[in-house]
């Protein structure tokens, strides 16, 4: 079973349901994509991997050490997500909170959730360079996750990983505009 692998994203999310996330957007043209704030992205990345990793047979040393990963920067990613509320006031994370189960509720999930959650609030100037840094924290810590778990995978795991995570669609890609690989 994968419940060790649930739990980086088990916190991450419950996190994600109360705690603030910035709107860092620039005012864009009609049919321009937005990009996510950094705290989102990271989110989002760490959502797309616990996905692709469902339904993956690994061992129960395997299970062992993706939970004493989980153990060992779970809490630091919980913090880091944990320094979110002090960014922004009691409104705006409300209204997070509030954007957040409007999402829940219409069924949005990976990116379409984040996106929809990252555009309630619009942070100033300086909560913006506060949420990047947060956001550079929470990616320094996804990034270790990956690592870690990548390399108990084996050959075979990693490759059929790889084709699981690079078959769900990337930030903005769409029916149209997708990235071009290479």
Request: net charge positive; glycine share 6%; proline share 3%.
């Amino acid at each position: 079973m994968m419940k060790t692998v649930h739990i980086l994203l088990t916190v991450a999310i419950a996190m994600l349901m109360t705690a603030p996330l910035s709107a860092q957007q620039k005012q864009h043209k009609k049919g321009a994509r937005r990009r996510l704030s950094a705290p989102a992205r990271v989110l989002a990345r760490i959502d797309k991997l616990h996905k692709s990793m469902e339904g993956m047979e690994l061992s129960d040393d395997q299970e062992e050490a993706i939970k004493k990963i989980h153990e060992e920067l779970g809490p630091k990613m919980k913090d880091a997500l944990e320094s979110l509320k002090e960014i922004l006031s009691e409104e705006q994370q409300e209204a997070v909170k509030q954007a957040a189960d409007k999402a829940k509720a219409a069924g949005k999930k990976g990116w379409a959730f984040f996106k929809a959650v990252d555009g309630a609030v619009k942070p100033t100037d300086a909560q913006k360079k506060k949420l990047d840094e947060v956001g550079k924290k929470l990616d320094t810590l996804q990034k270790a996750v990956t690592k870690k778990i990548m390399a108990l995978l084996t050959a075979e795991q990693k490759e059929t990983l790889k084709k699981k995570m690079a078959a769900r669609p990337r930030q903005g890609a769409g029916k149209r505009g997708k990235k071009k690989n290479g």
